[in-house]
């Protein structure tokens, strides 16, 4: 069965710190990455998405993500994190044939200012 | 920007009662999902729709059922509910236009149930 892992449940970094936030998936056909944000008291939201071209991709609010095939990984990383950073960030992925979205458990972040 | 809202946005409720959660949504979405969110499980899916007489289970259908009402509205039901139920619900939505599997999906704001 497909699955979506996200190892680090909860970071706390310090305003400037940069951040890396990993993203596993388990299936071997063609996929779609996604990274979702969710600040406090918000939707859901997306950060970004990839779907095919240039794996290292570029969202909102200075995000990014690699997608590295042969790792099955889709990390993302911010080089600087602000305070408004602390939000909860969900990988997500869909994948041919299902047309389901399968989440990550989501990965806490808070900033310290 | 409430393209996606969800009623009621709260509810407390007993063991055994039905309970109802709307979605309605003005992005004129054909596709719409329930999922609901525990802490340290993320969001699970439990009914996706891609038209009004589509309806498909997801991974945790058991205890839940759906209707939808029209294109833009789509109700998760949960007959008879437990304390094991209680949890953060999102409805959400997606064009379907970028091929399906590229598709953004738009959140609405979640409702927060308590089964006691």
């Known amino acids: 069965a497909q699955s979506v892992s996200q190892h680090n449940h909860h970071v706390i970094l310090s305003e400037a710190a940069s951040l890396e936030l990993g993203c596993n998936y388990s299936?071997?056909?063609?996929?779609?990455l996604f990274w979702y944000v969710q600040y406090p008291g918000q939707h859901l939201q997306l950060l970004l998405k990839?779907?095919?071209?240039?794996?290292l991709v570029k969202g909102i609010k200075g995000f990014e993500a690699e997608f590295i095939k042969s790792k099955f990984s889709f990390n993302l990383r911010k080089p600087s994190v602000q305070w408004s950073d602390t939000a909860e960030y969900f990988c997500?992925?869909?994948?041919?044939?299902?047309?389901?979205?399968?989440f990550g458990t989501g990965t806490r972040l808070k900033v310290l200012a | 920007d409430a393209d996606v809202t969800q009623t009621p946005r709260n509810r407390i409720t007993k063991t055994g009662k039905r309970i109802m959660l709307e979605c309605s949504q003005t992005?004129?979405?054909?596709?719409m999902y329930w999922y609901r969110q525990d802490p340290g499980l993320g969001l699970r899916l439990i009914y996706y729709?891609?038209?009004?007489?589509?309806?498909n289970k997801g991974e945790i259908s058991d205890g839940y059922s759906v209707s939808r009402q029209a294109q833009a509205k789509f109700s998760l039901s949960l007959e008879s509910a437990i304390p094991n139920q209680t949890a953060l619900y999102f409805c959400?939505?997606?064009?379907?236009?970028?091929?399906?599997?590229?598709?953004?999906?738009?959140f609405g704001p979640g409702t927060r149930l308590t089964v006691l």
């Open positions: 959400a939505t997606s064009s379907g236009l970028a091929g399906g599997l590229a598709d953004t999906q738009y």
């Open positions: 299936y071997g056909g063609t996929v779609n």
């Open positions: 990839y779907f095919s071209g240039d794996p």
């Open positions: 997500a992925v869909s994948t041919s044939g299902t047309y389901k979205y399968i």
């Open positions: 992005k004129g979405h054909d596709r």
């Open positions: 729709s891609f038209d009004v007489k589509d309806i």
